[in-house]
């Protein structure tokens, strides 16, 4: 089987410096910071702050996305991670009035180990990785979807989900490619 592409996604270059949205629970601590609930809830609270760019993807401090409708929808037609968490939006705060849209909250709670320790370059504490300073993914590991998290929270896509978001032309998304290799070779998978 032909090695595919893969994505880290990103932002949108080129958009406005971004400004976080904070996501809190009924109780108002932070998502997925608060204890997990026991039943996932109706509804997160989205806080979004004056001078914001609305986009189908908001800009998050953490490892969940905030999708619009429009775009989840979209990307549901792709192979996504099978504990992948879907939870409706409120918005809160001065920016709120923005929102002509609706929105929906996503984490999902597996990641997967994919960097290469041979060609990728991170600093770890023992085990545990830090930061990436130089990302190489490993053939044999790659699961069968089209979004996936790695080791650091990071989300990863192939060729049909950056289709997808360019056909459909969403917003807030942005990829850097990122060289997979196989042990059967020193190559990264080519065009």
């Not at 990728?120 to 490993?138: E, N």
């Not at 049909?160 to 032309?169: E, M, R």
């Amino acid at each position: 089987m032909e090695n595919p592409h893969l994505y880290l996604m990103g932002f949108a270059p080129g958009s406005r410096i971004p400004k976080f949205v904070t996501v809190t629970d009924d109780q108002g601590r932070e998502v997925p910071d608060a204890e997990p609930p026991t039943q996932k809830p109706d509804k997160v609270r989205v806080h979004l702050p004056a001078g914001v760019e609305v986009m189908d993807r908001m800009l998050t401090s953490g490892r969940e996305l905030i999708l619009s409708r429009r775009a989840f929808e979209t990307l549901a037609e792709l192979r996504l991670p099978a504990d992948l968490v879907v939870i409706p939006c409120e918005w809160t705060g001065p920016g709120a009035q923005m929102i002509q849209r609706d929105y929906v909250y996503c984490y999902a709670d597996s990641s997967h180990e994919v960097l290469d320790p041979q060609f990728g370059r991170a600093k770890r504490v023992g085990k545990h990785i830090l930061s990436v300073f130089d990302w190489a993914l490993k053939w044999e590991v790659i699961p069968e979807l089209d979004l996936f998290q790695g080791e650091t929270g990071k989300w990863f896509v192939k060729d049909g989900f950056v289709n997808a978001v360019f056909n459909h032309h969403l917003t807030g998304f942005g990829f850097t490619r990122v060289p997979v290799y196989s042990s059967e070779t020193a190559n990264p998978s080519e065009e």
